[in-house]
């Protein structure tokens, strides 16, 4: 059983950064591991991924430029770095865990692990 926890979420002004973590617990050697982010009436939105070796990520358009993600897998932890914060970045951040790769990353029903989320909420 993998567990994921996410942390670091807050109130930011606009232009603001933060730094998101997720600690994960159990195996997940091999896994791709994303963001998603969910707004208030929104369904859940791909954020950012990252896989195993930390070379390959991938981001939505809406955060090119602005977020970076990475890995340290000694520490089983991901990260997700956002600058330049928007008040449409507000949402609850998820991280998750992908162990199979036949299906879209961009899609959360690709994923086979999810930490309980966290929240980010950016004031103009």
């Known amino acids: 059983q993998v567990q994921l926890v996410e942390s670091g979420g807050g109130a930011v002004q606009a232009g603001g950064s933060l730094r998101l973590s997720c600690a994960a617990s159990?195996?997940?050697?091999?896994?791709?591991m994303s963001w998603f982010r969910q707004a208030p009436r929104k369904e859940r939105e791909f954020v950012a991924r990252?896989?195993?070796?930390?070379?390959?990520?991938s981001f939505a358009d809406s955060v090119k430029g602005r977020f970076t993600i990475s890995r340290d897998n000694a520490k089983n932890t991901v990260y997700l770095q956002m600058n330049s914060l928007k008040p449409e970045d507000t949402a609850v951040y998820y991280c998750?865990?992908?162990?199979?790769?036949?299906?879209?990353?961009?899609?959360?029903?690709?994923?086979?692990?999810w930490g309980q989320g966290t929240q980010v909420t950016v004031s103009s």
């Open positions: 990252i896989g195993w070796s930390g070379s390959n990520t």
């Open positions: 159990g195996r997940t050697s091999g896994a791709d």
């Open positions: 998750a865990a992908r162990l199979r790769y036949s299906s879209d990353y961009r899609v959360p029903t690709s994923y086979d692990y």
